[in-house]
């Protein structure tokens, strides 16, 4: 059971939008920045989203990311094939002193 | 640009020990947090623990008791330790590099440690 809160799949289909949930509470997302993460099929995850909305270099601007009070979102515009992945999010939660995860959300396009 | 590689034993014996190197090439270890994550087969990823900057070290808690993470500057490299493994152990380990509590970039490939006799 983790602690932070994700749908177990989603889907779409090529140029949608589909937005993946991320619920958690008052001492993780409430009180610190969330993380996404992107896993291909094999490899290992990926930075997607960091500080709630910020993006690394090199990850397209179809991807977005909002936070607001114990939830966050992440978007994907324009949806492609190569963005069928696992995605994650995760964030620091004062009360554990440890970081947590999302259970991840399958993407299908 | 800073690469990480995870290396160590791919099959470890029910109760014994697992031990885990991350070689950092790129940068120094120095300035950053390091931490240890881990996915079982099929399952979510699970935060292990990181080691700062000044050498303080946070396990989670289901496994502090087991878990020893520890850096050497000379060689540019991390370690991982988990005592008294079982079949629930098994699982994909990832090094990777931690921004404060904002973030994990970048991440290494990964290894697979299979707990069986």
């Known amino acids: 059971q983790s602690v932070l809160t994700q749908p177990a799949s989603a889907s779409g289909t090529p140029g949608q939008r589909v937005t993946i949930s991320c619920s958690g509470s008052?001492?993780?997302?409430?009180?610190?920045?969330v993380a996404w993460y992107q896993q291909l099929p094999g490899t290992a995850p990926k930075p997607l989203m960091f500080?709630?909305?910020q993006r690394p270099s090199g990850v397209p601007d179809r991807f977005s990311g909002s936070r607001s009070g114990t939830s966050a979102s992440l978007a994907i515009s324009g949806l492609q094939s190569e963005d069928e992945a696992d995605y994650y999010c995760?964030?620091?939660?004062?009360?554990?002193?440890?970081?947590?995860f999302g259970g991840g959300t399958k993407l299908t396009v | 640009q800073v690469q990480l590689q995870e290396s160590g034993p791919g099959l470890v014996k029910p109760s014994e020990t697992l031990s885990l190197t991350c070689a950092v090439s790129?940068?120094?270890?120095?300035?950053?947090?390091w931490s240890w994550i881990r996915q079982p087969p099929g399952r979510a990823v699970e935060w292990v623990g990181y080691?700062?900057?000044?050498?303080?070290?946070n396990y989670n808690s289901s496994l502090r008791s087991r878990v020893t993470i520890s850096v050497d500057m000379s060689r540019n490299r991390v370690s991982l330790t988990l005592s008294s493994v079982t079949a629930a152990d098994t699982a994909v380990y990832y090094c990777?590099?931690?921004?404060?509590?904002?973030?994990?970039?970048?991440w290494g490939q990964g290894a697979l440690v299979t707990v069986s006799s």
């Open positions: 990777a590099r931690q921004h404060d509590l904002l973030w994990f970039d970048p």
């Open positions: 790129g940068g120094s270890i120095g300035p950053y947090y």
């Open positions: 080691i700062s900057n000044i050498g303080r070290t």
């Open positions: 008052t001492s993780n997302i409430g009180s610190n920045a």
């Open positions: 500080k709630n909305n």
């Open positions: 995760a964030a620091w939660d004062d009360s554990l002193n440890a970081w947590v």
